[in-house]
């Protein structure tokens, strides 16, 4: 094994949006049971160094691509485009927009303490996300079109902290 191999050939998978989540749990699990610092208890010093950052590197793998959002960032990486996201929040405004009017729903919402409302605006928007991530797929698996993907997934990215900000809002409720 190659600790510097990317993450997708680290279990053997194809560098793709679109990945069989059962597979890649059946992969993180078959290196892990290779790799567990449990197995080289009684090993070496720089064998037992070297298992724990071969299961480091598995879980920082594991985690990446599990998510969508973190898969698509890391597929966007891997092919040399960077999102920018720390020093680039342009967006158009018609989004902009879009998401102004996201968040005064959820603020009604929860000043309001409905809960109800605030369930119905969590399912449309992981609804709208749900497509979203189907383009994402599409752009990046079948149109090899990195620049549009990464401005998609930077929409997205604002999108994941909207519906954390839900849910959010939903738990504060719960209290």
């Known amino acids: 094994m190659d600790l510097t191999a990317d993450f997708f050939s680290l279990f053997g998978l194809p560098k793709t949006f679109r990945l069989n989540l059962s597979e890649l749990d059946s992969r993180y699990r078959d290196v892990q049971a290779q790799v567990h610092p449990d197995r080289f208890a009684n090993a070496s010093e720089a064998e037992r160094r070297l298992s724990m950052q071969w299961a480091t590197r598995a879980n920082e793998a594991y985690l990446t691509l599990k998510k969508p959002l973190e898969r698509a960032k890391y597929l966007l990486e891997l092919a040399g485009h960077d999102l920018q996201a720390e020093n680039n929040t342009a967006m158009p405004a018609d989004f902009l927009m879009e998401q102004m009017e996201w968040r005064e729903a959820v603020m009604e919402a929860r000043a309001g303490g409905d809960h109800h409302e605030l369930e119905r605006l969590y399912q449309r928007l992981r609804g709208d996300m749900d497509g979203r ?23 997205l990215m604002f999108l994941e902290k909207l519906l ?12």
Do not use: K, M, N
Request: glycine share 8%.
């Open 164 to 175: 954390y900000e839900i849910d959010d809002a939903l738990a504060s409720l719960e209290e």
């Open 133 to 155: 991530y189907g383009e994402v797929g599409q752009l990046l698996d079948e149109a090899g079109d990195h620049a549009l993907a990464t401005d998609r997934v930077r929409r």
